[in-house]
Nanobody, 132 residues
């Protein structure tokens, strides 16, 4: 069973926009933490943003604050990452992840802020490449 599937990555010039999608299985999606992480070769995976699909509360990391927005569409079991004014340093493989142990907003956002990667379910990743 595949719990999470990302899409929407691609190549874009600096200053442009992309929207990533993370489709979750219905059993996975509700009342839980869904997060976006990114990783570049040779570096650890870093938390980017998160949303609690129960409360609707969101978190965005300082590195992307004001440029990236996380949102959800409950009818489609989908979490989005809208990436605006992208920079070359945003180039990475982007993953979405979820785990019901982060059932409270503070647990969810604390984990992502601390770049904790002990989430139980991960997508396969979608590549984002930003050229200058």
């Amino acid at each position: 069973q595949v719990d999470l599937v990302e899409s929407g990555g691609g190549s874009v010039q600096a200053g442009g926009s992309l929207r990533l999608s993370c489709v979750a299985s219905r059993a996975t999606y509700f009342h839980t933490c869904v997060a976006w992480f990114r990783q570049t070769p040779g570096y650890e995976r870093k938390g980017v943003a998160a949303i609690h699909t129960g409360s609707g509360s969101t978190f965005t990391a300082d590195a992307v604050e004001g440029r990236f927005t996380i949102s959800r569409d409950d009818a489609k079991n989908t979490v989005y990452l809208q990436m605006d004014n992208v920079r070359p340093e945003d180039t990475a493989l982007y993953y979405c992840a979820t785990d019901r142990k982060f059932y409270q907003d503070r647990l969810c956002f604390g984990a992502v802020a601390a770049h904790e990667t002990n989430f139980g379910a991960w997508g396969q990743g979608t590549q984002v490449t930003v050229s200058s």
